[in-house]
């Protein structure tokens, strides 16, 4: 009998860059990807999860959390840690902005500023973003023009209103206070190099979650799912072992 596998996936990306990792999981998981596509309110993303819990009627589930979905992941967590086999957060955070007690995220004038530039040029505002999902190491390897090929190739215009929300929400997502309330045990992957949410937030989050593991990824960016698939289903298939001897 095959397992649950949610993903909540990261801002401004579409479904197609978690295929290199999926594939991995498909004989033992029954997969399903949110996407933040199609928001009309900021709490719709999480709601599209809580509906598919019980729609599928899920006793017991595993959720893959990356970036903008590491918040929703962490959000989640109070009301269904009975129900969680294994969370996996992929160059999380548990809060995206500065302020005076954090350093680890960014300025919010930098994302009032992107708002502003989202709503004017909203393709160029998203290819800018897209250089920074990866580490100079990636890009020249080929990993940047290989994710732009890939989104020349869907022919869907981008849901700019599903993207404000987004940043909207990035803005006023502040975690902190539920990291002491995760009592399980939580896997931690992060890139070395990533500069979407920086290496010390995911720090940030292994020394506030009590049975926190963190593992870094040398010179890797933001988007470990799409450039390091193989290494990270490693670390994640070691890690359920792991749990299942101790």
């Known amino acids: ?12 990306v579409d479904e197609f860059v978690w ?10 998981f029954e997969v399903f990807i949110l996407t933040w596509e199609k928001i009309g309110v900021i709490d ?14 899920m006793e017991q589930f595993s ?19 009975s129900k969680i086999e294994h ?20 300025n919010k004038k930098i994302v009032d500023r992107m708002i502003y530039m989202l709503k004017g040029d909203h393709e160029k505002t998203l290819k800018k973003f897209y250089k920074n999902l990866f580490s100079r190491v990636e890009v020249d390897n080929g990993y940047e023009k290989k994710f732009l090929d890939e989104i020349k190739k869907i022919d869907t215009k981008k849901d700019i209103k599903s993207l404000l929300i987004g940043l909207e929400y990035l803005k006023d997502q502040d975690l902190r206070e539920c990291l002491k309330e995760i009592d ?3 896997l931690l992957i992060h890139g070395e190099k990533d500069s979407i949410c920086p290496i010390q937030a995911g720090e940030y989050l292994k020394n506030h979650i009590k049975k926190a593991k963190m593992v870094v990824l040398k010179k890797a960016g933001h988007m470990i799912l799409f450039t390091k698939p193989d290494e990270c289903y490693k670390i994640i298939k070691n890690y359920i072992k792991e749990g299942r001897n101790s």
Not at 66 to 76: C, E, F, K, N
């Open 19 to 28: 295929k290199p990792i999926v594939d991995f999981f498909k004989e033992e």
């Open 184 to 186: 399980g045990k939580i």
């Open 63 to 81: 959720i893959i959390g990356w970036s903008l979905g590491s918040l929703v992941a962490i959000d989640l967590y109070k009301d269904f840690s």
């Open 1 to 12: 009998m095959k397992k649950y596998l949610v993903i909540l996936s990261g801002w401004g």
């Open 44 to 57: 719709e993303f999480k709601n599209r999860f809580i509906d598919l819990i019980y729609e599928k009627n």
């Open 87 to 106: 969370m996996i957060l992929f160059n999380a955070t548990a809060k995206f902005i500065q302020d005076e007690n954090y350093f680890y995220g960014w």
